[in-house]
């Protein structure tokens, strides 16, 4: 069964931090690398966060600093750990591998995070 659920969302001022957790099928995690991706009002979903199987990253330069993924392969969750949070962060926060992405159009339900000025 296909299954990914996101949570640790919610309202923050600017400056500060949220974590968030994405719990994932073994079906979308095994092997794959894993990302977060947001969706803010208006914008189209971009890929924030990426880390491979054994735990290298990347990230998008409007995050590289201030956020940092990471991986449980024995749980099969990822976390996104957010710091010195803005209010162009404020956006629905997925989590998928990007092959699964694409090949099944599977998505959660994503969480919320709101970055207030």
């Known amino acids: 069964q296909v299954q990914l659920v996101e949570s640790g969302g919610g309202l923050v001022q600017a400056g500060g931090s949220l974590r968030l957790s994405c719990a994932a099928s073994g079906s979308i995690f095994s092997s794959n690398p894993m990302g977060w991706y947001r969706q803010a009002p208006g914008k189209q979903r971009e890929l924030v966060a990426v880390?491979?199987?054994?735990?290298?990253?990347n990230y998008a330069d409007s995050v590289k600093g201030r956020f940092t993924i990471s991986r449980d392969n024995a749980k099969n969750t990822v976390d996104l750990q957010m710091n010195s949070l803005k209010p162009e962060d404020t956006a629905v926060y997925y989590c998928?591998?990007?092959?699964?992405?694409?090949?099944?159009?599977?998505w959660g339900q994503g969480t919320q995070v709101t970055v207030s000025s």
């Open positions: 998928n591998a990007p092959v699964a992405a694409i090949t099944t159009g599977y």
């Open positions: 880390i491979s199987s054994l735990g290298s990253t």
